[in-house]
């Protein structure tokens, strides 16, 4: 078999990144090898995402850099893939004339084939439609190689239909795989060496009301927490409505779950969640806070936030700080409102000027700086378990990895670490990382 050589480059979340594992791992069975260099690819992937209109611009912004590399080799094959190619479809095209191939959120285990007949007919090919069941849900993923933690999708799709957020229309209604499938997978990741495993969802607390078999999210954490080899379970996005007592009972249960968790909340005003319609009250989320850390003291707690949607008045932005201080989040993810079209919150009055919502960002971002300074310097003098990643991005004279909490440290040792968990002794607090000593002593790790 001929060796061609892959180029890949993913815009958006998590679920972006396990996708594009998925299409590496798909693509090798064809003869690609993935390469860090565009210029010698054969087929070029941009993963997309949709979320926000600044993400789909980035988006097109890379296609149309491409333009040259289509002009030296008018062989090479470039594909759209993602949440836009779903959004966009045809008209992508339109907007890219020399892509070849557009591929929505159901359609990856379709990419060979599409590929291959793009190169006999060089006639572009568009791939959009939903199906059941999602094949490429059961794609088995690729993580890099050196990689000690790797991302499992548990479900797909969504069924509460934010009035923000393009997401159901994009990848699909919610369907759950199954745990025998699921387990499966994360047995062999933990054979070939991963030892943390995060699992993807648009929303996992809704794991198990469609396709797993009759298995509930909390059942799944306590199946996998029993898998030989996984130190370090994760889990991402989880909707606060569908946050049970069950499943907060995991974070003691489950040794190897680790103590965070990202809640996002959107906003801190009951009447701006309503019009969100996000299903639950600020007082309903502050008590699922508390009910957390009740049982899980340690727990970290991250959100998302999104500021000046329809309507919100000072009152209301006002309430969302106030929410801010009451929780004091680790970290947050925090966005101005973007419309995105065919969502219910188009139809809405009363839109917020672009400079209230630049000022508002910034002030709660200044807020949240505060709080997560905080919350990282309580960690000054403590000694934790940090599961060693690879290199510091911050300097080649460093390794780096993360505590139980989601933390990064960066501290001095070799690659001879790489995979395991030590004992870090956390010297100094910042923003965005921790700076520890690795300790000899194996007994004093802040850990469960």
Not at 100 to 107: A, E, L, P, R, S
Not at 318 to 332: C, G, I
């Amino acid at each position: 078999m001929d060796r061609k050589y892959l180029y890949i480059q993913t815009f958006g979340c998590q679920m972006n990144v396990n996708d594009s594992e998925k299409i590496v791992a798909l693509l090798a069975q064809d003869g690609y090898e993935a390469t860090d260099d565009a210029g010698r690819a054969d087929l070029i992937v941009v993963n997309t995402c949709s979320i926000r209109e600044k993400a789909a611009q980035k988006a097109y912004s890379q296609l149309g850099r491409f333009r040259l590399l289509k002009e030296r080799n008018p062989d090479l094959i470039l594909a759209m893939g993602g949440c836009l190619a779903q959004e966009r479809g045809k008209t992508a095209m339109g907007r890219i004339p020399f892509l070849d191939i557009v591929f929505g959120t159901h359609q990856i285990h379709r990419l060979p084939g599409l590929i291959r007949q793009v190169a006999a007919s060089h006639a572009p090919m568009v791939e959009t439609g939903f199906e059941s069941p999602v094949k490429s849900l059961e794609i088995a993923a690729a993580p890099p190689n050196g990689s000690v933690s790797a991302y499992v999708t548990v479900m797909q799709g969504c069924n509460n239909y934010c009035s923000y957020c393009v997401v159901p229309l994009l990848r699909g209604p919610e369907v759950s795989r199954a745990m025998s499938a699921i387990t499966a997978e994360v047995e062999r990741l933990a054979g070939s060496g991963i030892r943390e495993v995060t699992l993807l969802g648009q929303n996992v607390n809704s794991y198990g009301l469609s396709g797993s078999g009759g298995a509930q999210f909390p059942h799944l954490l306590r199946t996998i927490g029993r898998i030989r080899g996984i130190e370090r379970i994760r889990f991402t996005t989880s909707h606060p409505k569908d946050l049970s007592d069950d499943l907060i009972r995991c974070f003691a249960d489950v040794e190897a779950l680790c103590e965070h968790i990202h809640l996002p909340v959107q906003s801190g005003s009951n009447d701006i969640l309503k019009w969100m319609n996000r299903g639950y009250s600020r007082e309903h989320y502050l008590e699922r806070v508390e009910r957390l850390r009740t049982v899980c003291p340690e727990i970290s707690v991250t959100s998302d936030v999104i500021v000046g949607f329809p309507g919100e008045s000072d009152r209301d932005f006002e309430a969302t700080l106030d929410l801010m201080r009451k929780v004091r989040f680790d970290n947050l993810f925090s966005f101005k409102y973007s419309e995105r079209e065919g969502t219910a919150a188009v139809a809405l009055d009363r839109r917020i000027p672009e400079r209230v919502k630049q000022e508002r960002l910034q002030c709660l971002q200044k807020l949240q700086e505060q709080h997560t300074l905080e919350r990282n310097s309580a960690f000054e003098g403590r000694t934790e378990a940090v599961l060693v990643e690879g290199v510091s991005r911050n300097s080649e004279r460093d390794m780096s990895g993360r505590t139980r909490s989601n933390r990064i440290v960066n501290f001095r040792g070799g690659d001879d670490l790489v995979g395991k968990t030590i004992p870090v002794r956390i010297m100094k607090a910042y923003l965005h990382s921790l700076r520890g000593d690795v300790q000899k002593e194996r007994n004093r790790c802040s850990s469960k």
